[in-house]
């Protein structure tokens, strides 16, 4: 036992920037996002989508709950608005994700690690919905802040599947 409730406020956790796509007409979209709780078990976070982000087919390891709290974005095809709850299995993957036209704002809790996956073919059929739009994958600052139990030398990893 830990001795209680931990309590975070979002207002009080840096949000950062993960994802960026930019775009050929000079415009880019990212995701920005808030550590919330990272625990051994679980891991849970908040993001701001700008309008038009998207982001690939994914998985994150351990089962995952997505909330819209505010926006819509359309994941894998289904079109998700505020109040939507999105579950996934452990070693299944969802999307790709589009933030709506106002972006979206989510909350993410991932049981395990948190660690990221996909596909090679979700890369590549991610890359070819980016190019399509007239856009590309962009690099965003490092992190400026780790959450807790990855700062003490466990990264977050991100790994492309075999299949």
Not at 51 to 66: A, C, F, R, T
Request: hydrophobic residues 40%; aromatic residues 8%.
């Amino acid at each position: 036992m830990m001795g209680g409730p931990i309590i975070v406020h979002v207002d009080d956790v840096h949000e950062q920037e993960v994802v960026r796509v930019e775009y050929d007409d000079g415009r880019h979209t990212s995701i920005h996002e808030r550590f919330l709780l990272d625990t051994p078990r679980m891991f849970s976070f908040w993001n701001r989508w700008d309008p038009g982000m998207i982001s690939l087919k994914h998985g994150h390891q351990g089962d995952h709950i997505v909330f819209v709290l505010d926006g819509e974005v359309m994941v894998g095809g289904v079109q998700c608005r505020k109040g939507s709850h999105i579950f996934l299995m452990h070693g299944d993957r969802f999307g790709p994700w589009i933030a709506g036209p106002e972006g979206c704002e989510l909350l993410g809790i991932i049981a395990g690690d948190g660690s990221a996956f996909w596909s090679d073919q979700d890369m590549a059929d991610y890359q070819a919905m980016l190019t399509e739009a007239g856009a590309r994958m962009a690099a965003v600052p490092p992190l400026a802040e780790r959450p807790p139990f990855r700062a003490k030398g466990n990264p977050l990893p991100s790994r492309v599947l075999d299949n």
